[in-house]
């Protein structure tokens, strides 16, 4: 778009190829530049726009002449849920309900777009899944201590439990950060998932950031957002999506273990968060074992694990 004004926004740290993204002077459009993984996003968002995915819409897309890729997309607003979630705190922590209105109304249309347009994966699809979504192999090679029989008996189920569920097209990335009242952006991270992973633990996600700051659902918003997400599988033809949740978060927690581990003998913060990543894994291995679910509202804050308080669930 020849004389638009664009404004720098920040750098593309996702991109291998690096990057950059400006915003349009009116808000309207935002331009990222970067390499083959911008190239692969673009043309996945391109394909997900066809399946009526909430998604922003691409404008123009090209090379620049140092052969850089550039996309030009619309812009689904200027403030993510998170960002909202954050603005609107008041003294506490609580989320605001309707940042929960909201990601309900979103997660609803998405799973609404993903299960009309379901995958014909290969049998293979659920642990291809299972490698990408959770990092498995970063995983195991930064904590080979967690490459063990029991760690894979805990996936063995959580595949067997997710046997016949239909496969569609997911962003791997889901929640607040990613979301706004107009739909989901950053999809460089997009693969094949089971109906429900994306939506499904939006909420329950929360606690892997430590509870040191920012926000935290109530019981009572967590089981609304789910009952809606059921209804919206239901009336969408497909299966509820809250059974299954528990395999989803065991997935889930390896996401956040994955490349946590400091280089070298590194010590402080970073090495802190990582044995808390490692620890909340062995909680979620525990609750899946002992119920087949996993309830993160459970787990220890980082400054409880900090002061060696959190061997036990979190009441």
């Known amino acids: 778009m020849k004389g638009t004004e664009w404004q720098y926004v920040k750098k593309r740290t996702a991109d291998p190829d690096g990057g950059t993204v400006y915003v349009s002077a009116d808000g309207e459009r935002y331009r990222r530049t970067g390499g083959e993984a911008l190239r692969a996003e673009a043309s996945f968002q391109q394909m997900a726009v066809g399946l009526d995915y909430p998604v922003p819409r691409i404008l123009e897309y090209g090379e620049t002449g140092d052969g850089a890729f550039v996309v030009v997309e619309e812009s689904l607003g200027g403030q993510?849920?998170?960002?909202?979630?954050?603005?609107?705190?008041?003294?506490?922590?609580?989320?605001?309900?309707?940042?929960?209105?909201?990601?309900?109304?979103?997660?609803?249309?998405?799973?609404?777009?993903?299960?009309?347009?379901?995958?014909?994966?290969?049998?293979?699809?659920?642990?291809?899944?299972?490698?990408?979504?959770?990092?498995?192999?970063?995983?195991?090679?930064?904590?080979?201590?967690?490459?063990?029989?029991?760690?894979?008996?805990?996936?063995?189920?959580?595949?067997?439990?997710?046997?016949?569920?239909?496969?569609?097209?997911?962003?791997?990335?889901?929640?607040?950060p990613n979301v706004l009242p107009a739909g989901v952006i950053d999809w460089q991270h997009h693969g094949v998932v089971p109906l429900g992973y994306?939506?499904?633990?939006?909420?329950?996600?929360?606690?892997?950031?430590?509870?040191?700051?920012?926000?935290?659902?109530?019981?009572?918003q967590r089981e609304r957002y789910l009952a809606g997400l059921d209804s919206a599988a239901l009336a969408a033809g497909a299966d509820p999506v809250s059974p299954h949740l528990g395999a989803f978060l065991l997935v889930k927690s390896l996401f956040f273990l994955a490349l946590m581990r400091p280089p070298g003998p590194a010590r402080g913060s970073k090495r802190q968060k990582w044995q808390y990543r490692r620890h909340l894994f062995l909680k979620g291995i525990e609750q899946?074992?002992?119920?087949?679910?996993?309830?993160?509202?459970?787990?220890?804050?980082?400054?409880?694990?900090?002061?060696?308080?959190?061997?036990?669930d979190h009441p």
């Open 288 to 312: 899946y074992e002992r119920t087949g679910n996993v309830d993160t509202a459970l787990f220890p804050t980082l400054h409880d694990f900090a002061l060696g308080q959190g061997t036990a």
């Open 80 to 176: 993510s849920l998170h960002e909202t979630a954050l603005a609107c705190l008041d003294g506490g922590r609580e989320l605001d309900d309707t940042v929960v209105d909201q990601l309900a109304e979103v997660s609803a249309r998405l799973l609404h777009a993903q299960a009309a347009h379901s995958v014909d994966a290969a049998p293979a699809a659920l642990w291809e899944w299972v490698e990408q979504a959770g990092w498995t192999q970063n995983v195991f090679a930064e904590n080979p201590d967690f490459d063990t029989p029991r760690t894979h008996a805990a996936l063995d189920r959580a595949v067997e439990q997710l046997d016949g569920v239909l496969m569609v097209w997911g962003h791997l990335d889901y929640g607040l």
């Open 198 to 220: 994306d939506v499904a633990p939006a909420l329950e996600v929360i606690p892997f950031k430590g509870g040191a700051k920012g926000y935290a659902a109530t019981p009572a």
